[in-house]
T-cell receptor
Framework: NAGVMQNPRHLVRRRGQEARLRCSPM?????VYWYRQLPEEGLKFMVY????????ESGMPKERFSAEFPKEGPSILRIQQVVRGDSAAYFC?????????????FGQGTRLTVV | DQQVKQNSPSLSVQEGRISILNCDYT??????FLWYKKYPAEGPTFLIS?????DKNEDGRFTVFLNKSAKHLSLHIVPSQPGDSAVYFC???????????????FGKGTKLSVKP
């Protein structure tokens, strides 16, 4: 059973371009979470999605950032018109259900560098 | 305002000794706490957790202690091994999602170095 798969592992974008980060959850997991880690910081929650639904996007910047988790295919975190401050490691986690202190498994992350 | 604080950015311990990593929190709504271990260029790996109805949880060499009145938890690793060298993150959540680990608030991490 493959773990949470994120791609690409490294992404370089010029200022003003779009960045698309993909996350394939573990098999059987329908809950996906995106986190961002800035240098020397802890992980910061961005958004929680279930299939086709955004459950909580309280950690998402109001502009330029969006996330989806379609019925088929991976979850996508999209950053439009990237700026240098978007440079960070973006981690995706998945879990099979909510509640009952269910463990969430993390992917290896996508390191975005904006030049 | 940081709701989960790990005040020691680094800790160095001799192999075989005990490692104690500390974490403080401010939000009294937190009722579930977790420790994650992270190697460079990898995602965090779940280590151990504790619910607020308990004050101790043990799993092999790892024990987590929770002091609710002090809003403090600690992770004890005994005996410490060189392979334990990593960054350890403390995280907390509230039962907003029925206890799901999804919306976690993380501390900044403590880098543990275990010397042979």
């Amino acid at each position: 059973n493959a773990g949470v798969m994120q791609n690409p592992r490294h992404l370089v974008r010029r200022r003003g371009q779009e960045a698309r980060l993909r996350c394939s959850p573990m098999k059987g997991h329908s809950h996906v979470y995106w986190y961002r880690q800035l240098p020397e910081e802890g992980l910061k929650f961005m958004v929680y999605l279930q299939k086709e639904n955004i459950i909580d996007e309280s950690g998402m910047p109001k502009e330029r950032f969006s996330a989806e988790f379609p019925k088929e295919g991976p979850s996508i975190l999209r950053i439009q018109q990237v700026v240098r401050g978007d440079s960070a490691a973006y981690f995706c986690a998945s879990s099979p259900r909510q509640g009952g202190n269910t463990e969430a498994f993390f992917g290896q992350g996508t390191r975005l560098t904006v030049v | 305002d940081q709701q989960v604080k790990q005040n020691s950015p680094s800790l160095s311990v001799q192999e075989g000794r005990i490692s104690i990593l500390n974490c403080d929190y401010t939000n009294s709504m937190f009722d579930y706490f977790l420790w994650y271990k992270k190697y460079p260029a990898e995602g965090p790996t779940f280590l151990i957790s504790i619910s607020s109805i308990k004050d101790k949880n043990e799993d092999g060499r790892f024990t987590v202690f929770l002091n609710k009145s002090a809003k403090h938890l600690s992770l004890h690793i005994v005996p410490s091994q060189p392979g334990d060298s990593a960054v350890y993150f403390c995280a907390a959540s509230a039962s907003r999602y029925g206890g799901s680990q999804g919306n976690l608030i993380f501390g900044k991490g403590t880098k543990l170095s275990v010397k042979p």
